[in-house]
């Protein structure tokens, strides 16, 4: 069963912006969950992009996308979003949104749910 679906990604030019989703299936309580981004880059490991908790919400970001993506989430709709503008070409990856019932946590392995991934590409 997947617990997290992700829409969005595509081919961009750099400088422009691309939104991605992730939704819970039903059989997840999502607004018990804070949600999780990271990406993979071909040949690197998964880094952590961006965070956002169950409540509050707070948010974290990696230094690397601070002030370019925006990461939110409407528990009402069980989806989570990252806003990313003024892509670079360093930005393209595979994209992952993930659940944890942590408070916080820019651990991977930490994570229960992970969505399907979404490749991003930005050109320059």
């Known amino acids: 069963q997947e617990y997290l679906v992700q829409t969005g990604g595509g081919l961009v030019e750099a400088g422009g912006s691309l939104r991605l989703s992730c939704a819970a299936a039903?059989?997840?309580?999502?607004?018990?969950?804070?949600v999780g981004w990271f990406r993979q880059a071909v040949g690197k490991e998964r880094e952590f992009v961006a965070f956002v908790s169950a409540s509050d919400p707070m948010t974290r970001y990696a230094d690397s996308v601070k002030g370019r993506f925006a990461v939110s989430r409407d528990n009402a709709k069980s989806s989570a979003y990252l806003q990313m503008s003024s892509l670079k070409p360093e930005d393209t990856a595979v994209y992952y949104c993930?659940?944890?019932?942590?408070?916080?946590?820019?651990?991977?392995?930490?994570?229960?749910?992970w969505g399907q991934g979404t490749q991003v590409t930005v050109s320059s």
């Open positions: 993930a659940a944890t019932p942590q408070y916080f946590s820019s651990d991977g392995r930490t994570y229960h749910y």
């Open positions: 039903s059989g997840l309580t999502f607004r018990s969950y804070s």
